[in-house]
């Protein structure tokens, strides 16, 4: 017996055999990381989260711009339905009280 392949046989050679059961492993490895990657809840759960807590991130920033732009635009409708104020100078300071005024004639000279 040789391990040199008959032409006329349809069986595979020792060659083509190997190359088959490489293949063969190389699958079922993938197969087993899928199954694993599925049973693994907690792994799935943080995923998860994460991509809600992205979702969130995104919104927040969406509605933020809103509020903003509605913000600037509420403004820019109160700027222009005020009507403008007139300029009468800085107010005029008022006397402080310092208490009662004393009685002409009551101060005396020691």
């Given at each position: 017996m040789t391990d040199q392949p008959r032409p006329d046989s349809g069986s595979p050679t020792p060659e083509e055999l190997?190359?088959?059961?490489?293949?063969?492993?190389?699958?079922?490895?993938?197969?087993i990381?899928?199954?694993a990657a599925k049973a693994d809840v907690k792994a799935q759960a943080?995923?998860?989260?994460?991509a809600v807590k992205?979702?969130?991130v995104e919104k927040t920033a969406e509605v933020t711009h809103q509020?903003?732009?509605?913000?600037?635009?509420?403004?820019?409708?109160?700027k222009e339905k005020t009507p403008p104020r007139s300029w009468t100078g800085p107010p005029t300071p008022r006397p402080r009280s310092a208490g009662p005024?004393?009685?002409?004639g009551s101060w005396r000279r020691t």
């Open positions: 190997r190359e088959q059961v490489g293949r063969t492993r190389d699958e079922l490895g993938q197969t990381e899928a199954l943080k995923e998860k989260a994460a992205e979702q969130a509020i903003r732009a509605t913000a600037e635009q509420a403004a820019h409708l109160v005024r004393p009685v002409p």
